[in-house]
């Protein structure tokens, strides 16, 4: 018993240890050696996605593959890497990400067709969107969203400065208006998702509380109301 547990210990350790031993992987007729070239390591979760840069036209006009990632993972971050131009080390060249509030990572994300842009889907899908400002600078940009099913119930909150709805995707969401001097000078969007639950909520509404900032009732499936308080920073 003590050679099969070794045997079995050594052939597991083996499974998940890194080689630098070439692999020959045949397309067609065409033969290819595959190496170990570098770990990119600075995630503290789960890395969902990892896409190339799209290729983009040179001045000579053909089309040339850049040498960029983006991985995506559920520690709330998105990366960018480039490998040093005199090194070849790889390197996060940014960095992007959600901070506190719900979100509970990052599924997958895409450069535009231009990589000028960033998309990523979250956990409880949500998108997020940011623009390229800089040579590694990236800036936060508002994107689409809204429930991805039905709407059973919505209701204004006390002062009349937004909506809450809840729906059959089993969350909670708040949309206001965005006041602004450029053209549309008034639109909604989506600014929290106050709860995320585990059955379809069918019902919302607002408790008064003179002064003390708002809270909600929300009732779902499971024949329970919930009763939620604002945080002081919204």
Known sequence: SSSSSSSSSSSSSSSTSLSSKGHIVRVGDVKYSVLLESVLALHSDWVYSVVWHPPMKTEAGHMEQPMCLLSSSMDKTM??????????????????????????????????PQADRILGHGYAG????????????????????????????????????????????????????WDRSTPPPHTWHEIARPQIHGYELNCVTFLERSGKGDRMVTGADEKILRVFDAPQTF
């Open 79 to 112: 990366i960018v890497w480039r490998p040093d131009p005199d090194t070849g080390v790889w390197l996060d060249e940014a960095r992007v990400g959600a901070l506190g509030g719900n979100s509970l990572g990052f599924y997958g994300g895409l450069f535009s």
């Open 126 to 177: 949500s998108f997020h969107l940011w623009s390229k400002k800089g040579a590694s600078l990236w800036a936060p940009e508002v994107t689409v969203s809204g429930h991805f099913g039905p709407v059973h119930d919505m209701a204004w909150d006390p002062m009349g400065a937004y909506v809450m709805t809840v729906g059959q995707d089993k969350t909670a969401r708040i949309f206001a208006p």
